[in-house]
């Protein structure tokens, strides 16, 4: 069975068009595109035949299935392993907020997620929340309900094939808030509770969970020393 997988795919702006025709090719359901900026060394890259020009960075949601369709096309038509072409990786999702949430992200595909036994033994997830532009403080105190800490926002919009369209009454496209939220693995299920039953779909903020294992960590001794 196909599992889940969150996908980043980072580029040199100026191909952003091109990243994005193949995610739209590849019918992923739900992607965001954010800004950034390259900051390794000269050396580091002029060995990767890089410069420190602003990248666009794809954030989308698949199935491996569809992954490996993508990572195909970005392979043969945008040729992402040569020097210069860019970086693009997975990570598996561990659960996602809600079936409304699981029919945005898989575009009502029938998708059934299974069990992901390799995935409970982490002792820390990262919390993803998608929402309308100017919302995230609704998101953030509704994590704070169930005992979150602080998050981090980003500011994203929708692209992609689907992207002029709404699915279930939300806009696929337009200016998005990513609210990214650490907490410990036993957090989680009250958090994104939390933020689904007070600005989930049916909110003004309109807000899509879901969660990432996270492996390892560094900076949250403090917070969780203020916890127990």
């Not at 035949?49 to 949601?61: F, N, P, T």
């Not at 998050?151 to 929708?158: E, K, M, N, Q």
């Not at 998005?176 to 600005?199: L, R, Y």
């Amino acid at each position: 069975m196909s599992s889940l997988v969150f996908c980043v795919a980072i580029t040199g702006r100026d191909r952003f068009s091109e990243t994005a025709g193949i995610f739209g090719a590849g019918n992923t359901p739900f992607s965001l595109v954010s800004l950034g900026r390259g900051t390794a060394s000269n050396e580091r890259l002029d060995m990767l035949g890089m410069d420190d020009h602003e990248r666009a960075i794809m954030l989308s949601v698949m199935t491996e299935d569809i992954w490996h369709s993508v990572k195909r096309s970005l392979q043969r038509d945008f040729n992402i392993d040569a020097p210069g072409g860019g970086i693009a990786f997975t990570v598996p999702l561990s659960s996602v907020g809600g079936k409304t949430s699981l029919r945005i992200l898989t575009k009502d595909s029938g998708f059934v997620k299974g069990d992901e036994e390799e995935l409970k033994n982490t002792e820390h997830e990262l919390i993803i929340a998608v929402c309308e532009q100017g919302y995230s403080e609704m998101v953030m105190d509704a994590a704070k309900k169930a005992d979150a800490g602080g998050g981090t926002i980003i500011r994203a919009r929708g692209t992609g094939v689907h992207s002029s369209e709404k699915f279930l009454g939300i806009s696929l496209a337009g200016e998005k808030d990513m609210i990214f939220i650490v907490c410990k693995t036993e957090k989680k299920n009250d958090i994104m509770t939390s933020v689904i039953k007070e600005a989930g779909p049916d909110s003004r903020a309109k807000a899509i969970v879901f969660s990432l294992p996270v492996t390892d960590t560094a900076g949250l001794r403090l917070i969780e020393a203020q916890e127990d």
